[in-house]
């Protein structure tokens, strides 16, 4: 339904900053929410920031005030801002989105996933 290519990733230094961008093509019946994922080695996937459809927006507890979720009016394009990055921000992050593909059936779409690497 929904295809998503993530870009911008690399390897940054502590205190340094990246935007990661998602690049999104199709559409969903009725999108949910697209967000941002990132799993670190040898952990779970986690949330890192949502914004949904009505245009709210939660982010982790440990990004809050570092990072920032932007989308363009279309919603084919969804950014992280990620500021005063430390070296538990290493990890593959994921773009999400999550929408209806008909009147009952949830479904997610993933991205491939950038690697982020922070370190000096």
């Known amino acids: 339904q929904v295809q998503l290519v993530e870009s911008g990733g690399g390897l940054v230094q502590p205190g340094g900053s990246l935007r990661l961008s998602c690049t999104a093509s199709?559409?969903?019946?009725?999108?949910?929410?697209m967000g941002w994922y990132r799993q670190a080695a040898g952990k779970e996937r986690e949330l890192v920031a949502q914004?949904?459809?009505?245009?709210?927006?939660n982010y982790a507890d440990s990004v809050k005030g570092r990072f920032t979720i932007e989308r363009d009016y279309s919603w084919n394009l969804l950014y992280l801002l990620m500021n005063s990055l430390k070296p538990e921000d290493t990890a593959v992050y994921y773009c999400n989105a999550r929408g209806y593909s008909d009147y009952k059936t949830l479904m997610d779409s993933w991205g491939q996933g950038t690697q982020v690497t922070v370190s000096s």
């Open positions: 199709g559409s969903f019946f009725r999108l949910v929410a």
């Open positions: 914004i949904t459809a009505g245009g709210s927006t």
